[in-house]
């Protein structure tokens, strides 16, 4: 894997991973490297310094990279230890709580397009989450 500085032709500077550079020039003329902020996919490599990680300073990839990401990571936690995860029932879940056919208490969980849809416009109240539920393994 290798990793690029990139930047739009807006401005924006973000990362990206490719299986190698030929990768990267693929994906690139095909259209496929867009910026992470405008999706803009003009998009080229920028100046960058090679960087080699010693030991105890290399941070893992899982590490969020800026307090945005940081932000939205403990956002997912404090969902997750706040909240029951029932999957791809979270519409007829919440309709049986909106409905008082189940105990009231916040859950978080997946559902197609048409049926979050159709909730809102049954005035159930619900929103999207700006990132994606880890399932829980009983």
């Known amino acids: 894997m290798i990793r690029y500085a990139l930047r739009c032709d807006q401005g924006h500077d973000f990362d990206g991973w490719f ?15 867009a910026c992470t902020q405008c999706g803009s996919v003009a998009v080229e490599k920028a100046v960058m310094a090679p960087r080699v990680a010693k030991g105890d300073d290399a941070a893992p990839l899982s590490a969020p990279r800026d307090p945005r990401e940081a ?14 995860y029932v ?17 009231e208490r916040a859950i978080h969980g997946e559902a197609k397009l048409e049926d979050a ?3 809102i416009e049954d005035g159930i109240p619900v929103a999207p989450l700006p990132f994606r539920a880890r399932q829980r393994v009983n």
């Open 117 to 119: 849809k159709k909730l």
């Open 19 to 33: 299986r190698n550079s030929d990768a990267f020039d693929s994906l690139l003329r095909a259209g496929q490297v």
């Open 71 to 84: 932000a939205l990571e403990a956002m997912r936690r404090h969902v997750e230890a706040h909240s029951d």
């Open 87 to 103: 999957g791809m029932s979270f519409a007829a879940e919440a309709r049986a709580i909106h409905e008082g056919a189940a105990p």
